[in-house]
């Protein structure tokens, strides 16, 4: 089962030190992948193209936003142009914002309603292609508020 690995949530996203829900550009979409992933980590180099692709493929229902364990923007730059990736990303080199998200593997999904709850919580590396996870996420984006 594609899916096994997920947990419901069903909880806030943390504030950030300046008390706004996150560092990055939440658009109203129904559904936010947030994303986490190191250039380092094997599964998330396999990943990271497919969910960029199912992002591209879902733009309006699904955002994409990115979260990386790495220690400097150089190094997530190359690696990003290297594979021709373009998403959001922000840095969290001490895993403070992993840590306060649950996050202890990697790769790591956090779908997130528009109201800015967890609804699910996927540790591992997904299969962006497979057809459940795609139904799964359309429905949540579809119902979920």
């Known amino acids: 089962?594609?899916?096994?690995n997920y947990r419901t949530a069903n909880r806030p996203l943390p504030l950030n030190?300046?008390?706004k829900r996150s560092a990055v550009n939440l658009t109203p979409a129904p559904?936010?992948?947030?994303?986490?992933?190191?250039?380092?980590?094997?599964p998330?180099?396999?990943?990271l193209p497919e969910i960029q692709q199912f992002a591209i493929r879902h733009r309006g229902r699904v955002?994409?936003?990115?979260?990386?364990?790495?220690?400097g923007w150089?190094?997530?730059d190359r690696y990003m142009?290297?594979?021709r990736l373009h998403f959001q990303v922000m840095r969290d080199d001490r895993q403070v914002y992993a840590k306060?998200?649950?996050v202890g593997t990697l790769p790591a999904t956090l779908i997130i309603s528009r109201s800015g709850n967890v609804v699910e919580f996927l540790e591992g590396p997904a299969h962006w292609n497979d057809r459940e996870i795609e139904e799964r996420v359309l429905r949540l984006a579809a119902t979920v508020n």
């Not at 089962?1 to 096994?4: D, E, I, N, S, V």
């Not at 955002?63 to 220690?71: G, I, K, M, S």
């Open 1 to 4: 089962m594609a899916f096994a």
């Open 17 to 19: 030190a300046e008390n």
């Open 31 to 42: 559904v936010t992948l947030l994303h986490f992933w190191a250039t380092w980590c094997k």
């Open 44 to 47: 998330c180099e396999a990943e």
């Open 63 to 71: 955002q994409l936003v990115t979260v990386a364990e790495d220690d």
């Open 74 to 76: 150089e190094l997530i």
């Open 81 to 83: 142009k290297a594979r």
């Open 100 to 102: 306060s998200m649950g």
